[in-house]
T-cell receptor
């Protein structure tokens, strides 16, 4: 059974820092991996989707990488801002591609201090 | 952009009431989902639908049912609400093998 781990559970950084969030998964046979942000009391907002054949995806100040062989993905946030404060979750889709095989991490709560 | 909407942001119901949570997506996605999210337990899948009138139980279907009469709409039904169903409910949709997109969530409180 796929297990997805996000460490640390919480992270606090000063504004302007570049930072990396981690996502580890136990079964490397994945279809894709998706990163989300969640603001308190809100739904999940999709940030980046990396297919299993890809190594990275970029959107603005965000860059997500995928290393299937080591079971790891990282989300890099450049020049962090207080507005980046949120919980960041990763989700891994199993190799069949079926949405039924979607496993979420428990998230990293990021606080960017002004 | 994909848009997933949910009928209510906040809902307060009494124990024993029948509760309907509605979800609509506008991107012709075949897959739709209902999750609940609780502190310390993360996201848990309640039900999943892969086509109109087709449904599959998720990890925690007890006490819930669903209805999908049209492709764009997926309803979650609490037949007799209980206090342990107080939670954040999240609807989502996706195409096969693609990203999953979530609605804004419904915070349900059962008194």
């Amino acid at each position: 059974k796929q297990e997805v781990t996000q460490i640390p559970a919480a992270l606090s950084v000063p504004e302007g820092e570049n930072l990396v969030l981690n996502c580890s998964f136990t079964d490397s046979a994945i279809y894709n991996l998706q990163w989300f942000r969640q603001d308190p009391g809100k739904g999940l907002t999709s940030l980046l989707l990396i297919q299993s054949s890809q190594r990275e995806q970029t959107s603005g100040r965000l860059n997500a990488s995928l290393d299937k062989s080591s079971g790891r993905s990282t989300l890099y946030i450049a020049a962090s801002q207080p507005g980046d404060s949120a919980t960041y979750l990763c989700a891994v889709r199993g190799s069949s591609g079926s949405a039924r095989q979607l496993t979420f991490g428990s998230g990293t709560q990021l606080t960017v201090l002004p | 952009d994909v848009k997933v909407t949910q009928s209510s942001r906040y809902l307060v119901k009494r124990t024993g009431e029948k509760v309907f949570l509605e979800c609509v997506q506008d991107m012709d996605h075949e897959n739709m989902f209902w999750y609940r999210q609780d502190p310390g337990l993360g996201l848990r899948l309640i039900y999943f639908s892969y086509d109109v009138k087709m449904k599959e139980k998720g990890d925690i279907p007890e006490g819930y049912s669903v209805s999908r009469e049209k492709k764009e709409r997926f309803s979650l039904i609490l037949e007799s609400a209980s206090t342990n169903q107080t939670s954040m409910y999240l609807c989502a949709s996706s195409l096969f093998g693609q990203g999953i997109f979530f609605g804004p969530g419904t915070r349900l409180t059962v008194l």
